[in-house]
């Protein structure tokens, strides 16, 4: 088991397996929350034939700052420039990757668009964009563990 705060989070027995004998690595992610007008912009891709409702951003590369990889994430994924306004959430407990043998660390940032364009499109064939009223979102409306807990908190913002 493993205890953060007053939650407690449980190894299933696969993910356990998937740890013993093998080096754990960090996968430090970054992801930017644009809130506008009571609604919250959201991406939806798919990821091995699922389809997965989470937060812009993605994966920090070696020797990049957290705020350049996400400043890099918009720009690549929307064509966006944003601001950093604040710093959000970061992971406060272990989790898992569903997709290797590492442990994800996720940091969300308070943004907005520098120049806010008429249409947001995904560069992505496979991947939208699309704003969600904030009074719609729950902890179950993303698939994601770690979303899920920003979803909770950006329903009080």
């Not at 920090?60 to 705020?67: A, S």
């Not at 907005?112 to 719609?136: G, I, S, Y």
């Amino acid at each position: 088991m493993i205890y953060t705060s007053d939650v407690r989070y449980s190894l299933s027995s696969n993910q356990m397996k998937r740890l013993i004998g093998k080096p754990l690595r960090f996968n430090v992610r970054v992801y930017g929350v644009w809130i506008a007008a009571g609604k919250v912009l959201v991406s939806e891709e798919q990821i091995f034939g699922e389809t997965i409702l989470k937060f812009t951003g993605g994966g920090v590369e070696l020797g990049e700052g957290l705020i350049d990889a996400l400043k890099r994430e918009w720009q690549e994924e929307l064509g966006v420039e944003i601001e950093v306004l604040q710093h959000l959430y970061t992971t406060d407990f272990f989790q898992l990757s569903a997709f290797d043998d590492s442990q994800v660390v996720s940091v969300y940032y308070r943004v907005q668009a520098v120049h806010a364009p008429a249409t947001l499109l995904n560069r992505n064939f496979d991947e939208r964009v699309f704003w969600l009223p904030l009074r719609d979102i729950d902890e179950q409306t993303f698939s994601l563990p770690i979303d899920k807990v920003v979803a909770a908190l950006i329903r009080c913002l």
